[in-house]
């Protein structure tokens, strides 16, 4: 048994251990009646249960064109959000783009400006990876006060995917940027053409201009037919409903990069361009709004993520952060994609909190709260990455701490 | 001979493409496509207009949502916040906040009315991005916006934004 196996092993079986002989009662449920009649036909493409609920928190809106809703990442395991949870925030409405007609331009400081069709893109040599897609505005309400009260409503403006399609190195090496090439500005097809601008470095790095998320056609809110993957960097970046890539000599200060997805700090400067995420994480069970059935085994479940790299490590503490304990981090663990991580624990029914906390291959741990108020202030509004407390009631209840 | 001619034909249609898939854009399609504008100036077109000439506009399709005086109503303000920045409770508008003039334009040009993106024409444009910025006490009444003046107005917090310094956090104290 390899040695993290083996103390996993003992971990649990010393719970077992704890739990004693007496087996704790059990739920009820009524009889399952199995059925006699036959099932329901084959059909061309698939639906969840009539007994799932899961769905991402919707806001009401006087204009839901422009806005956001959140992935309920309490309710989705391992690390791929279902595309169907995968959240939104849009600027100006979902296009409905039909892609016979779509195209990319590819265009300015190059020496071949080129257009492509969505065929085209998918002739072109493809890649798969696994990254996830944050928005800078995620946990922005837990700058002034630690006051989201679960997990989809601090956290969920984060979700995790498949990106499948064409390295944008592909493209802009057949366009061939020239010297004078620092920057790229993207521009989506939505009504107010969201935009942009990306140093030429980053592009040139990871960057992916993608067809398809988790093996089919990425979704209209996600893009359709064509969105720019920008892995670890904030998830405005990753420009949907991709029209027009033109190679520019400097940023364009779009509205996005200037008066929004812009840091201020104590001081009243603000940090901008401030592209790339910081290692984070989150306790998923228990968290927020769920109710725990009664004393004895839970296992602690979370997802971490690090724009900078790979996950680490994952520490929890059961309370309050005066000890802390490594998690098992599910493998494969991916650069720029979420990290399940799994703490088994004995729950004694007493009340006290929990939290995690990320260390990524950057050597970066994520800050307590504390201390990142304390280097910025209260007013960034982006880039929150501080850890979260949960607090356990003594009849099981879990709310924000 | 004639296959000769056409392996160098496509030998140069195809130099430094190692793929050769998509088409050649023509310039006449960059133009149609391209609206981007950059705070040098670049991209912005031809047209102008003062706050005076944009009065009309504004009441008619921007005062709904940013309120008759640029104070805001069902959306956010476009003036007020001077000093606000360091406060608990920083206000950030056009006049406070906003590094470049040139972003208004872009932004108005390509964003707004809300429902009904891209419906001004550059002069409108002009005089409603000179009223902004004569509502926010920048440019007088009078001053012409057009692609020459607009990149020279120099925003109130163009010195306000410094560069990504991170990490700030997170190393490890023990």
Redesign the interface.
């Known amino acids: 048994m390899p040695k993290n196996e083996r103390r996993r092993f003992l971990q649990l079986s010393g719970i077992v251990a704890l739990a004693g002989c007496s087996q704790q009662p059990g739920a009820k449920v009524d009889e399952e009646k199995l059925p006699s009649a036959l099932g329901k036909p084959i059909r061309a493409y698939g639906e969840r249960s009539q007994f799932e609920t899961a769905k991402r928190a919707v806001p009401d809106l006087?204009?839901p064109q422009?806005g956001s809703t959140r992935t309920p990442l309490a309710e989705t395991e391992g690390i791929i959000t279902p595309s169907s949870l995968h959240f939104e925030r849009h600027?100006?409405g979902v296009p409905d783009l039909d892609p016979s007609k779509h195209t990319l331009?590819?265009?300015g400081l190059v020496?071949?400006?080129?257009?492509?069709?969505v065929a085209?893109l998918k002739?072109?040599?493809s890649a798969s990876h696994i990254y996830f897609v944050e928005c800078a505005g995620n946990s922005g309400g837990e700058w002034k006060a630690p006051g989201g009260p679960n997990v989809a409503a601090s956290f969920g403006l984060a979700s995790c995917s498949e990106w499948t399609g064409v390295p944008l190195k592909?493209l802009l090496?057949?366009a061939?940027v020239k010297p004078a090439g620092k920057w790229l500005?993207a521009?989506g097809a939505d009504?107010?053409?969201?935009?942009r601008s990306l140093p030429i470095e980053k592009a040139l790095e990871d960057c992916l201009v993608a067809y398809a998320q988790n093996g089919e056609a990425i979704r209209p809110e996600q893009g359709y037919p064509l969105r720019l993957v920008v892995p670890g960097y904030e998830g405005n970046v990753n420009v949907k409903w991709l029209?027009?890539i033109?190679i520019?000599d400097?940023p364009?200060?779009?509205?996005d990069e200037?008066?929004k997805y812009?840091d201020?700090?104590?001081?009243?400067?603000?940090?901008?361009?401030?592209?790339?995420m910081?290692?984070k994480s989150v306790i998923t069970y228990p968290s927020g709004g769920q109710k725990l059935a009664g004393p004895g085994f839970q296992e602690i479940r979370g997802l971490a993520w690090s724009g900078r790299g790979v996950i680490e490590k994952v520490e929890v503490s059961t309370d309050g952060g005066t000890t802390w304990t490594k998690a098992a981090l599910q493998e494969p663990r991916l650069p720029k994609a979420f990290t399940r991580f799994r703490l088994p624990w004995k729950w004694d029914g007493k009340e006290t909190e929990i939290t995690a906390r990320a260390?990524d291959s950057a050597?970066?741990?994520?800050?307590s709260r504390e201390?990142?108020t304390e280097?910025?202030g209260?007013?960034s509004q982006y880039h929150y990455n501080g850890v979260k407390m949960w607090k356990i009631g003594a009849d099981g209840s879990v709310k924000n701490a | 001979m004639r296959s000769l001619l056409v392996v160098f034909v496509l030998g140069v249609c195809a130099f430094?493409?190692?793929?050769n898939?998509?088409?050649?854009?023509s310039a006449d399609?960059?133009k149609a496509?391209?609206?981007?504008?950059?705070?040098?100036g670049t991209g912005l077109p031809a047209g102008k207009g003062t706050a005076a000439d944009g009065r009309d506009i504004y009441s008619r399709r921007c005062a709904r949502c940013h309120g008759a005086q640029g104070q805001g109503d069902?959306e956010g303000p476009l003036v007020g916040g001077k000093g606000s920045?360091?406060t608990?409770k920083?206000l950030?508008t056009?006049g406070s906040?906003?590094?470049?003039a040139?972003?208004i334009y872009?932004?108005v040009h390509?964003?707004m009315p809300?429902d009904n993106?891209g419906l001004l024409d550059a002069n409108q444009t002009y005089s409603v991005v000179a009223l902004i910025l004569h509502m926010n006490g920048i440019i007088g009444e009078r001053d012409e916006m057009n692609a020459q003046t607009l990149p020279k107005v120099k925003m109130p917090n163009r010195d306000?934004?410094?560069?990504?310094?991170?990490?700030?956090?997170?190393?490890?104290k023990k």
């Open positions: 006087k204009r422009i600027h100006a331009l590819l265009h020496e071949r400006p080129l257009v492509f069709t085209d002739r072109l040599p592909i090496e057949e061939g500005v521009e009504a107010c053409k969201m935009s029209r027009q033109k520019v400097q364009n200060q779009t509205k200037t008066s812009t201020l700090l104590a001081d009243g400067t603000a940090r901008q361009f401030t592209f790339v910081d290692a260390a050597g970066y741990t994520q800050p201390e990142l280097a910025r209260a007013n | 430094g493409q190692k793929y898939v998509g088409r050649a854009a399609e960059i496509t391209d609206q981007f504008m950059a705070p040098d069902e920045l360091k608990a920083p950030k056009v906040f906003w590094p470049y040139t972003t872009d932004y390509r964003a809300f993106p306000g934004f410094v560069k990504d310094n991170r990490p700030d956090t997170g190393k490890k």
